[in-house]
């Protein structure tokens, strides 16, 4: 049942719950602790140390506002039990008064400490002590992922009530046979104790059977629409040998030789388009692997079979980029390409290539015989987007193409109906970015050796930070806004007499469309020698004289994120470069952040990162975008891998199972998205 329909006090609460990832009361139900807190020990009053974090429980002596010599308000209370009395303080929660009572009987948990001479319990959890079990005191208490409004306390009722009004109605789903092989408790069980636990060896055994369950359904989801696919859609198979001259040609006509990856993936490709089942295919390359020519060979064919295709991008810059590279390979042969973005359109009524962004969805162009869509970092795309594009043809084939670097294990998890491709090698020709890790006490030398390359050899240089502006909670971490103006007045200011002085330029994700933009012109046409930035530029910016990428706190960032940043150089014919800057002294930290000096392939980096880094998030913690999983974790490579061993054993039988059958028609399964 959705949240907004139970009443006026959940349709308030709604649109902050949304943001939480809880539409549903089920949702209330995998919304899981991100820790607990311990207050399990309970203790009489005299035996009470300071420092110590207790549960202690009796009887409201008194209770009062009273005001401090700033006056500021404070909440004073005395509780007594038969050793003896403790005093407990509050600051600015006035409304305490009344909803705590003298003589209430109450539990209070938290730390004892020393204030004004005497043994003070300041600002503890508190609740009535009635006939239920206690929830907030006493015990293992759960402690969720929150948004402004929406406590975890709150949420402590709401799940405590749903569990308690519902705990008979649970269905157990897996079958007897996984649970005893894999060592699972029982579904109820898990959804009481993951919220709940008695003790911590509880808690992780829910939190292992509902991440066994989370990759289970996803897993048998993705076996169910491959079989779906394969068994039920038809669709135009093209014909390879008829045009083999054509296409030879065509290879021949090209500016480069095709890497060995090239060839390879684009037999692959040929291989499902002769095919009358429609080609769903992924597409995993770093940037500049080539991956937008290996699209548009299958474009090439399409046409050479009197089809259309369509090529879709996630946003207006990377359409762009897409719409320059394939006109200049494929309008040489004849071939009409069109362009359509929410700004921009061109007045083709008759194409044969269609690219763009979601707009080209749009009624107002006509798709008369559609036989190849291909969908950039479709990550981006939502299921139903992706859907209507399908359905403007006869089930086209389908090629979905993705730079982030996953690993092959989370890419088979991820995309589990998909056939894989990847290109793991990069055009011949294509220089290496060097990449090196700077330790604090080189910094300067750097900045000198930096200003010296943009003089003699003309390059533009990106230097990244992890947050606009500085937090007060992460002093060390380098702030956009603060370096600018820091580099600016003490580091790039001073040119030698003659010389003029570098132009910096600063890049965000807080400013306007208008004034990005503008900025980037500006670097792009070379008047801006230095940019200071946040991760916004991972994606999309295409700067050919941009040589050099200074990475601030770069231990704050997974491989796989660095090494896209580090693809923002190394598109023209200039060495390229790649500063790892980190005051960090933590071994195992700059082990990992080492890795980026030897490896240069994006998912090597992001299997080593798995290896290294244990649990956390793929994508590294800035990042954007709701996680994609809401218990299990990528990192536990072993859970993954058992779990789609058992998916596979019983996915032909899954008829004999209508229980678990029927959960997996009620999940609602989302598509990852990384960014």
């Known amino acids: 049942m959705p949240v907004e329909k139970a009443g006026r006090i959940y349709k308030m609460y709604a649109r902050r719950l949304e943001k939480l990832g809880i539409k549903t009361f089920e949702d209330f139900l995998y919304h899981i602790p991100s820790r607990y807190d311990d207050f399990s020990l309970i203790s009489k009053i005299n035996r009470v140390q300071p420092g110590e974090v207790v549960t202690i429980q009796g009887t409201v002596s008194e209770i009062n506002n009273e005001f401090t010599k700033n006056f500021k308000k404070l909440q004073r209370a005395e509780i007594a039990d038969d050793t003896g009395t403790i005093e407990v303080v509050w600051f600015n929660q006035p409304y305490l008064t009344k909803v705590i009572n003298k003589n209430d009987k109450i539990s209070l948990s938290g730390t004892v400490d020393w204030f004004s001479r005497k043994l003070v319990m300041q600002s503890p959890e508190y609740e009535i002590l009635n006939d239920s079990p206690t929830i907030h005191t006493g015990r293992l208490v759960p402690v969720y992922p929150e948004t402004r409004g929406i406590t975890s306390k709150w949420l402590r009722r709401q799940v405590y009530k749903l569990i308690k009004e519902n705990l008979q109605t649970f269905v157990e789903y897996l079958p007897d046979q996984i649970i005893n092989e894999h060592s699972l408790i029982k579904f109820d069980a898990a959804i009481k104790h993951i919220h709940f636990p008695q003790n911590k060896e509880l808690a992780e055994k829910s939190k292992k059977r509902l991440s066994f369950d989370e990759l289970f359904l996803l897993q048998l989801s993705s076996l169910e629409r491959k079989l779906n696919w394969n068994k039920t859609l038809v669709s135009n198979p093209f014909s390879v040998d008829k045009f083999k001259n054509e296409t030879e040609n065509f290879l021949n006509r090209l500016p480069f030789k095709l890497t060995s990856a090239q060839k390879r993936v684009v037999e692959e490709?040929?291989?499902?388009?002769?095919?009358?089942?429609?080609?769903?295919?992924?597409?995993?390359?770093?940037?500049?692997?080539?991956?937008?020519?290996?699209?548009?060979?299958?474009?090439?064919?399409?046409?050479?079979?009197?089809?259309?295709?369509?090529?879709?991008?996630?946003?207006?810059?990377?359409?762009?980029?897409?719409?320059?590279?394939?006109?200049?390979?494929?309008?040489?042969?004849?071939?009409?390409?069109?362009?359509?973005?929410?700004?921009?359109?061109?007045?083709?009524?008759?194409?044969?290539?269609?690219?763009?962004?979601?707009?080209?969805?749009?009624?107002?162009?006509?798709?008369?015989?559609?036989?190849?869509?291909?969908?950039?970092?479709?990550?981006?795309?939502?299921?139903?987007?992706?859907?209507?594009?399908?359905?403007?043809?006869?089930?086209?084939?389908?090629?979905?193409?993705t730079a982030t670097p996953i690993p092959r294990t989370i890419a088979l998890t991820l995309y589990g109906d998909l056939d894989l491709s990847i290109l793991d090698e990069m055009p011949i020709g294509r220089k290496q970015i060097k990449t090196w890790l700077v330790p604090p006490e080189k910094r300067l030398n750097a900045y000198a050796w930096i200003e010296k390359e943009i003089k003699t050899t003309k390059s533009q240089?990106?230097?990244?930070?992890?947050?606009?502006?500085?937090?007060?909670?992460?002093?060390?971490?380098?702030?956009?806004?603060?370096?600018?103006?820091?580099?600016?007045?003490?580091?790039?200011?001073?040119?030698?007499?003659?010389?003029?002085?570098?132009?910096?330029?600063?890049?965000?994700?807080?400013?306007?469309a208008?004034?990005?933009?503008?900025?980037?012109?500006?670097?792009?046409?070379?008047?801006?020698?230095?940019?200071?930035?946040?991760?916004?530029?991972?994606?999309?910016?295409?700067i050919p004289n941009a040589a050099i990428i200074v990475i601030e706190a770069a231990e704050r960032f997974g491989l796989a994120q660095l090494h896209q940043l580090r693809g923002r150089v190394?598109?023209?014919?200039?060495?390229?470069?790649?500063?790892?800057?980190?005051?960090?002294?933590?071994?195992?930290?700059?082990?990992?952040?080492?890795?980026?000096?030897?490896?240069?392939?994006?998912?090597?980096?992001?299997?080593l990162d798995l290896k290294l880094r244990g649990p956390g998030e793929i994508y590294g913690t800035m990042q954007h975008g709701r996680k994609f999983l809401k218990i299990a974790s990528f990192y536990d490579l072993d859970l993954i891998k058992r779990v789609r061993l058992a998916a596979e054993k019983i996915f032909p039988d899954l008829n004999r199972y209508p229980k678990l059958s029927e959960k997996l028609k009620t999940i609602n399964l989302k598509k990852v998205s990384p960014d």
């Open 514 to 542: 208008k004034e990005k933009e503008e900025v980037l012109t500006k670097f792009r046409d070379g008047k801006i020698d230095i940019l200071v930035a946040t991760p916004v530029v991972e994606v999309g910016i295409d």
């Open 570 to 607: 190394g598109r023209g014919d200039k060495q390229s470069y790649c500063l790892l800057f980190t005051e960090s002294k933590n071994p195992q930290t700059l082990e990992r952040l080492k890795a980026m000096e030897k490896h240069n392939f994006g998912a090597e980096l992001a299997e």
């Open 269 to 401: 490709i040929f291989k499902d388009l002769s095919k009358s089942k429609p080609m769903n295919r992924l597409l995993e390359g770093d940037v500049g692997s080539g991956k937008t020519v290996v699209s548009a060979i299958g474009m090439y064919l399409a046409f050479l079979n009197g089809f259309q295709s369509v090529l879709m991008a996630p946003t207006e810059i990377l359409a762009q980029q897409h719409y320059k590279t394939i006109s200049k390979l494929l309008e040489p042969f004849g071939i009409k390409i069109g362009f359509a973005t929410g700004s921009t359109k061109t007045k083709l009524k008759k194409f044969d290539v269609m690219v763009g962004t979601h707009a080209v969805l749009e009624k107002g162009i006509n798709f008369e015989k559609l036989g190849l869509v291909v969908i950039d970092e479709q990550q981006r795309f939502g299921v139903e987007q992706r859907a209507i594009i399908r359905s403007r043809g006869k089930n086209p084939h389908l090629l979905t193409m």
């Open 461 to 512: 240089v990106f230097i990244v930070c992890p947050f606009i502006e500085e937090s007060e909670t992460m002093q060390t971490v380098k702030a956009a806004n603060k370096e600018f103006e820091y580099l600016q007045k003490n580091v790039f200011k001073n040119p030698p007499a003659g010389e003029a002085s570098l132009k910096l330029g600063l890049l965000h994700g807080k400013m306007k």
